[in-house]
């Protein structure tokens, strides 16, 4: 009985840190234009850490998947009404985006959460290293056929499962080199995203159900008072983001940004 009151005090001691999260994972998600899971999956790994989760990486990931879920919708919806969203290349990509991202899911429960880790820390510090060099991309195909957009789909999903993202930065380029415009593409992987956080998430709960040890309050591997804390405070502060990124210096926040995510990368790394 002592036992569970000091985990239910625990658990209370750090519930204020996840709308913070929600807050960031919003803003930055306005202001750049990428996944809040590159925010949201280290920071739920350090938080569920200090109470004493197990599998606390694929509980960060599955977590992160489910809150993009949520985040998604709003800003899919602000592309719609904008008339940004190539439908037809979602319904293209959307079979290989769910398929990969139940192979994800299947992968992520077969690997101990230290190498999850590390996997996510290198994929991190690429992403980091992308946005310092300002990488530009450049078509170079023209649009491919179904079944190269399900193959790609496959691809995207999977990491993008593994790595609990929504998966922007690697949907994005693919866009680009077949001709997709920029403002087009960042649409339209948005709408991307739901697909794999929605079979990501479902993936998670399913691997993760007859998992013993997993704390009170989650249904697999998704921790629901992290996923309610994140994802209703980041929906409010997504259009904020927005906003700022009209207003801010956004060049050399881009530069900061990606400092900061391959320190982070670096640290879960090592």
């Known amino acids: 009985m002592r036992i569970e009151k000091e985990l239910q005090a625990n658990m209370f001691e750090v519930f204020w840190i996840?709308?913070?999260v929600g807050v960031f994972a919003g803003l930055l998600a306005g202001l750049f234009g990428v996944g809040g899971g590159l925010v949201i999956v280290p920071v739920l790994f350090w938080v569920f850490g200090t109470q004493s989760f197990s599998n606390i990486m694929h509980l960060a990931v599955g977590t992160s998947l489910a809150t993009i879920i949520v985040t998604g919708l709003s800003s899919v919806w602000a592309h719609h009404k904008r008339g940004a969203v190539d439908w037809q290349i979602v319904k293209a990509l959307a079979p290989g985006l769910i398929i990969g991202s139940l192979l994800g899911a299947?992968?992520?429960?077969q690997l101990?959460?230290?190498a999850l880790q590390r996997v996510f820390g290198v994929f991190e510090c690429l992403i980091g290293?992308?946005?310092?060099?300002?990488?530009?991309?450049q078509p170079h195909f023209a649009q491919p056929g179904t079944s190269v957009f399900v193959g790609a789909g496959?691809?995207?999903?999977l990491i993008s499962a593994l790595l609990g993202i929504g998966g922007g930065t690697l949907t994005?380029?693919?866009l680009i080199w077949v001709s997709v415009t920029m403002t087009?593409?960042?649409?339209?992987?948005a709408a991307c995203g739901i697909p794999i956080a929605a079979a990501g998430a479902v993936g998670f709960v399913v691997m993760g159900w007859n998992e013993a040890t997993l704390p009170e309050y989650s249904t697999g591997y998704i921790y629901w008072p992290a996923f309610a804390g994140i994802a209703i405070i980041s929906v409010l502060f997504a259009p904020l983001g927005a906003r700022l990124a009209h207003q801010w210096p956004t060049d050399k926040l881009k530069k900061a940004f990606a400092l900061l995510l391959f320190a982070v990368g670096l640290r879960m790394v090592f």
């Open 18 to 20: 996840y709308p913070v």
């Open 106 to 109: 299947v992968v992520a429960d």
């Open 112 to 114: 101990p959460t230290h």
């Open 129 to 137: 290293l992308q946005m310092l060099l300002a990488t530009r991309y």
């Open 154 to 157: 496959v691809v995207i999903g």
């Open 172 to 174: 994005v380029p693919f």
């Open 184 to 189: 087009m593409a960042v649409a339209t992987s």
